[in-house]
């Protein structure tokens, strides 16, 4: 079995940081892809950011330049520093990651951690 557990997230005000970070346990044989998405209340969940395993990384627009996803490919971990925090960013954000087990390969997803952007 393959377990991501976050952490990291919680109440800021406005124009202020916050680092997510994610830990994947169990069964790896691999991890291709580690990333970020999140889902604000009434909204579809979106990609925030991912980064593959060769240093690869993406980038939704609303966040360029203020979050930046680290990989620690040998601890399976992902971190996502947020900077100049804006309401807009208040969400459920949820870690996710391609993952190749002795058995298969498959998306995973953590259980989600909020973040409130609020004075």
């Known amino acids: 079995q393959v377990q991501l557990v976050e952490s990291g997230g919680g109440l800021v005000q406005p124009g202020g940081s916050l680092r997510l970070s994610c830990a994947a346990s169990?069964?790896?044989?691999?991890?291709?892809?580690m990333g970020w998405y999140r889902q604000a209340p009434g909204k579809q969940r979106e990609l925030v950011a991912l980064q593959i395993k060769d240093g690869t990384t993406n980038y939704a627009d609303s966040v360029k330049g203020r979050f930046t996803i680290s990989r620690d490919n040998a601890k399976n971990t992902a971190d996502l520093q947020m900077n100049s925090l804006k309401p807009d960013d208040t969400a459920v954000y949820y870690c996710t990651a391609l993952i190749t087990t002795t058995r298969s390969t498959n998306d995973y997803w953590g259980q989600g951690t909020q973040v409130t952007v609020s004075s």
């Open positions: 169990g069964d790896i044989f691999s991890i291709y892809r």
